[in-house]
């Protein structure tokens, strides 16, 4: 395994600090949230979800002198050919809302007989600023969007996902359940084995 004994988290997404921390919490690795060193969270300028994560993950490591750990992820939606995607977190402008976040996507596929969706993340891992092999792994998590909101978990768009096969909203799952099959999950569980290799 690579030496590394603390991994900042570039997030200040209470949300995904604790998915990541609780998944990373197998491997004995110090996470520690980039809020810890008075990091504000940087713009997201970028197209894809890669660029967005790699951003990231450099800037945070770059200020912390530290290994760095950041995910870009989002929801999207077929009808929508893809949106909102990278703009998911901004999707109804600033400041960050959730509750109007997901007002604008019922509204946006209100007249659509396709609601299927999926959410897709990709995770950077930086060992050092300059790291010119970063490892990257991805996750994707399909579902559909549904008019009214279900559950009281998760964050984000995810009391309007709803799994068909578990007849269930991502927002109605136990956290345990969630890491296991979501897509930051599903990524997590890739970097975690090519950390452990």
């Known amino acids: 395994m690579l030496d590394l004994r603390k991994l900042v988290i ?3 997404n209470k949300g995904k600090l604790r998915e990541i921390g609780t998944l990373l919490a197998t491997l004995e690795i110090e996470v520690i949230p980039q809020s810890e060193f008075n990091l504000s969270e940087i713009d997201e300028p970028y197209a894809t979800f890669v660029e967005n994560a790699l951003s990231k993950a450099r800037y ?3 200020r912390t002198g ?3 750990l950041a995910d ?3 929801i999207c939606v077929n009808a929508l050919k893809g949106a909102p995607g990278v703009f998911s977190a901004r999707y109804a402008g600033e400041p960050k809302s959730d509750q109007r976040n997901n007002l604008k996507l019922v509204e ?3 007249t ?6 999926y959410y897709y993340c990709v995770i950077v891992l930086l060992r050092h600023a300059e790291d010119p092999q970063p490892m990257i792994a991805d996750g994707i998590w399909h579902g559909e969007i549904i008019p009214e909101p279900r559950g009281s978990g998760g964050f984000g768009y995810d009391p309007y996902f ?3 096969g578990l007849g269930k909203t991502a927002a109605e799952l136990d956290m345990d359940t969630k890491n296991t099959i979501s897509h930051r999950g599903k990524a997590l569980a890739k970097l975690i084995e090519v ?3």
Not at 112 to 117: M, Q
């Open 112 to 117: 659509s007989v396709d609601c299927s969706a």
């Open 72 to 74: 870009d992820s989002g």
């Open 60 to 62: 945070v490591s770059d």
């Open 162 to 164: 709803l799994l068909p």
């Open 195 to 197: 950390l452990r290799a």
């Open 108 to 110: 946006a596929l209100k």
């Open 66 to 68: 530290l290994p760095a």
């Open 10 to 12: 570039a997030s200040g």
